[in-house]
């Protein structure tokens, strides 16, 4: 991965205006920017076809579980045709963070998703920070975050 990739569009850091998003998760749990004031939020776009969606998986995951971070993980599900799989799916990968079964009315609570993944990042005061289209990584994530505390 180039390292231009790996600094990607986190360097968007003007000021966004934070969108306020409330979604239900897969075990009906609201999941809101509002809810996890005080934490860095990475709201992540994928489906079960995208070939970079899955590669960053492990990563995302890594992300969430990692306490010192400071950080969770929400993942929205796009462009699916069965929820049962997605879940399965999501499932079989261990993916520990919290899974929302999207679509693109749906994203327009964050913002726009002009491909798959799509990546926003709000810092702990709920103010958007970053926005990725493409694969991330856990080590630039990781990085900014350092950055900007």
């Given at each position: 991965?180039?390292?231009?990739?790996?600094?990607?569009?986190?360097?968007?850091?003007?000021?966004?205006?934070?969108?306020?998003?409330?979604?239900t998760d897969s075990k009906g749990k609201a999941q809101s920017l509002e809810k996890?004031?005080?934490?860095?939020?990475?709201?992540?776009?994928?489906?079960?076809?995208?070939?970079?969606?899955?590669?960053?998986?492990?990563?995302?995951?890594?992300?969430?579980?990692?306490?010192?971070?400071?950080?969770?993980?929400?993942?929205?599900?796009?462009?699916?045709?069965?929820?049962?799989?997605?879940?399965?799916?999501?499932?079989?990968?261990?993916?520990?963070?919290?899974?929302?079964?999207?679509?693109?009315?749906?994203?327009?609570?964050?913002?726009?998703?002009?491909?798959?993944?799509?990546?926003?990042?709000?810092?702990?005061?709920?103010?958007?920070?970053?926005?990725?289209?493409?694969?991330?990584?856990?080590?630039?994530?990781?990085?900014?975050?350092?950055?900007?505390?």
């Open positions: 991965m180039s390292s231009r990739l790996c600094v990607f569009i986190f360097l968007l850091t003007s000021a966004f205006a934070a969108q306020a998003f409330s979604f996890y004031k005080g934490k860095w939020v990475l709201v992540n776009f994928w489906a079960t076809w995208c070939p970079p969606c899955l590669a960053e998986i492990p990563d995302l995951v890594t992300l969430h579980e990692n306490k010192k971070n400071n950080l969770v993980v929400i993942g929205v599900a796009m462009d699916y045709r069965d929820p049962k799989e997605v879940l399965e799916f999501a499932e079989q990968m261990m993916i520990s963070y919290p899974m929302v079964l999207g679509n693109y009315k749906l994203a327009t609570q964050v913002g726009n998703v002009p491909g798959l993944p799509t990546t926003y990042l709000y810092n702990p005061k709920g103010k958007q920070v970053a926005y990725n289209v493409g694969a991330i990584t856990r080590d630039a994530i990781e990085r900014y975050i350092r950055g900007k505390k």
